[in-house]
Nanobody
Framework: QVQLQESGPGLVKPSQTLSLTCTVS??????????WTWLRQPPGKGLEWMGA???????YYSPSLKSRTSISRDTSKNQFTLQLSSVTPEDTAVYFC????????????????WGQGTQVTVSS
């Protein structure tokens, strides 16, 4: 059974960099044709696709967040990491990691495994 678990600080100050890690168990992040994705859901809003890292290590970013987003991986730990720089209160959201077979998508049914989500609040 594949499991994903997000970890990282729940509170980040404005202008700082948000860093979250997704630890995957029960399957390898290098398995062919899989994409490991970060999404978020701000309060009262829908799910937003942020970016993904492919099994090959290629990365894909939302155009609206590309200038502030970086996704990397540590294959030895079977983890992938999101960094979002220059955060503002508008970045307050529940952040999710998920596994899919495409590099983008904001619909829940495009992903077969999800982390439970982690609340990140941007506030001074």
């Amino acid at each position: 059974q594949v499991q994903l678990q997000e970890s990282g600080p729940g509170l980040v100050k404005p202008s700082q960099t948000l860093s979250l890690t997704c630890t995957v168990s029960g399957g390898s992040i290098t398995t062919a044709n899989l994409y490991w994705t970060w999404l978020r859901q701000p309060p009262g809003k829908g799910l937003e696709w942020m970016g993904a890292i492919a099994y090959s290590g290629s990365t894909y970013y939302s155009p609206s967040l590309k200038s502030r987003t970086s996704i990397s991986r540590d294959t030895s730990k079977n983890q992938f990491t999101l960094q979002l720089s220059s955060v503002t209160p508008e970045d307050t959201a529940v952040y999710f990691c998920a596994r899919g077979y495409r590099y983008s998508g904001s619909s829940r049914d495009e992903y077969d495994y999800w982390g439970q989500g982690t609340q990140v609040t941007v506030s001074s």
